[in-house]
């Protein structure tokens, strides 16, 4: 049995201050829920405080993006050592962050590469545009996001390797993906280049949430799903509704 995984993208919210009351808010709510792995990814500047706030906690911390370079002439950008002082998660490869930052399935890679030498454990994100989906090119989108991210990535580290399917159209919009559908596309287009790639042993641990428009009204249509073991939540990761979608996890 593949432990839950709920994880909570805060994405460009709340202050420092304000990261604080809402890890004070949900935390006391959460602590009987250790059948669900839990993971806070919060913007930089709330990693110090909030990592203080979870230290007794089972909570997990995590950041939101990560360089692939241990240190240098990177203005703005944020190392894995300097994620590992907080947290030990990090998301790679979000569809914002592919969308608006120009990044790449070859700079996901690097990510990746950088994140889980350092010691960190990734949340790395695939999914297909609305364009791309209305053309049938799911499959082969999601294969080469697949591909490409993986490339070089050694077995001993899959362990610390969570997957997100996030479908570019779903997310923020509130139109979710059909439950039967996206567990449909994880067995066959996410966790196939697994198989090929490393084995079947490997998929059999490997963890693949689901994300896009998750609420607590819809968790459970995607948990039930045989091959979707949690979420990747956005905007009810801020609201006292991320309660309900841990407990439909657990």
Not at 5 to 27: C, P, R
Not at 80 to 100: C, D, K, N, P, W
Not at 181 to 206: C, F, H, L, S
């Amino acid at each position: 049995m593949r432990k839950p995984f709920v994880a909570g993208n805060w994405k460009m919210h709340k202050t420092a201050s304000e990261a604080i009351a809402l890890v004070d808010e949900l935390q006391p709510k959460l602590a009987d829920l250790t059948s669900v792995e839990i993971v806070f990814c919060v913007p930089f500047t709330a990693l110090c405080p909030v990592a203080n706030r979870l230290k007794a906690s089972p909570i997990g911390l995590g950041a939101q993006n990560v360089h692939w370079e241990n240190q240098g002439a990177f203005t703005g950008e944020i190392s894995a050592a300097m994620i590992l002082e907080f947290g030990q998660y990090v998301i790679i490869g979000h569809s914002e962050r592919r969308t608006y930052f120009c990044e790449t399935d070859e700079t996901v890679n690097k990510r990746m590469q950088a994140a889980l030498n350092a010691g960190l454990h990734v949340i790395v994100c695939v999914g297909e545009t609305l364009e791309e989906n209305e053309k049938s090119q799911t499959e082969e989108v999601i294969t080469r996001q697949m591909r490409i991210a993986f490339n070089d990535i050694d077995l001993s580290l899959l362990k610390d390797v969570v997957i997100a399917y996030e479908p570019v159209w779903a997310i923020g919009t509130g139109l979710a993906c059909d439950a039967q559908k996206a567990n449909e596309i994880i067995k066959y287009t996410i966790r196939k280049p697994i198989i090929e790639m490393y084995g079947e042993e490997a998929v059999r641990d490997m963890r693949v949430l689901y994300g896009g428009s998750v609420k607590g009204s819809n968790a459970k249509e995607y948990f039930v799903q045989p091959d979707i073991d949690g979420a990747l939540v956005g905007g009810a990761a801020l609201k006292p509704e991320f309660i309900e979608i841990v407990r439909a996890a657990a």
